[in-house]
């Protein structure tokens, strides 16, 4: 089955810095890769995905990038605030066909931005 | 946040007991998961549904069992709670390859 890697598993910056984490995975089946940002107590929030027909997915302060040929992708974060403090999980699956969307998820990034 | 609730959000049970958790939203997606987050784990899977009595095994099965006999219900059944079930479990829908999660069940066996 699928293995998501994900490093680091702790991560502190300086407000105002960028945050970059990254993720390997193993089956070159997967299409689909997802980011949750989880605050503690508080459930899973999708932030961003990206699928494997796109090398490169924006949105304002977030960015994701996919090598499928390295089978590794990366979430930035620029211009970080004491807001984006949370727990980044980043997660693979494939879509369509017989495998339902099941999502394998990495162990996950404490992120930690310092005022 | 999807229409998604889940009851109930904390339960505190002894081991050997059954306990059931209730997924319910309101969105009419097709596909319905149930994870588990434990420290250093992440999010597992435990069971999923892709449609009206369509439940497969995920990669944490063992001692869980699920039904779902309406598209916005899915239901997690630990048939003899152990401690090691001892965890928060997190339901969530699907549609077309994004998930959305419930707020999740605090569950502690004692």
């Known amino acids: 089955g699928e293995n998501v890697e994900q490093h680091p598993s702790t991560l502190s910056v300086q407000e105002g810095d960028s945050a970059v984490i990254k993720c390997t995975y193993s089956?070159?089946?997967?299409?689909?890769f997802p980011w949750y940002k989880q605050e503690l107590g508080k459930r899973p929030q999708l932030i961003i995905d990206?699928?494997?027909?796109?090398g490169e997915k924006k949105d304002q302060r977030i960015a994701v990038t996919l090598n499928k040929t390295a089978k590794h992708f990366s979430l930035h974060i620029t211009e970080t605030q004491p807001e984006d403090s949370a727990v980044y999980f980043c997660?693979?699956?494939?879509?369509?066909?017989?495998?339902?969307?099941?999502?394998?998820f990495g162990q996950g990034t404490i992120l930690t931005v310092h005022p | 946040d999807a229409g998604i609730t889940q009851s109930p959000r904390h339960k505190v049970t002894e081991t050997g007991t059954p306990v059931t958790l209730r997924c319910h939203q309101t969105?009419?997606?097709?596909?319905m998961y149930w994870y588990r987050q434990d420290p250093g784990h992440g999010l597992r899977l435990i069971h999923y549904?892709?449609?009206?009595?369509?439940?497969d095994k995920g990669e944490v099965s063992d001692g869980y069992s699920v039904s779902r006999s309406k598209t916005e219900d899915f239901l997690l059944t630990l048939e003899s709670a152990t401690s090691s079930q001892t965890s928060v479990y997190f339901c969530?829908?699907?549609?077309?390859?994004?998930?959305?999660f419930g707020p999740g069940t605090r569950l502690t066996v004692l």
């Open positions: 990206i699928r494997s027909n796109v």
């Open positions: 089956d070159s089946a997967s299409n689909y």
């Open positions: 549904s892709y449609g009206v009595k369509d439940t």
């Open positions: 969105e009419n997606h097709r596909y």
């Open positions: 969530a829908i699907s549609e077309r390859g994004e998930q959305f």
């Open positions: 997660a693979a699956s494939i879509t369509g066909g017989t495998s339902y969307g099941k999502l394998t």
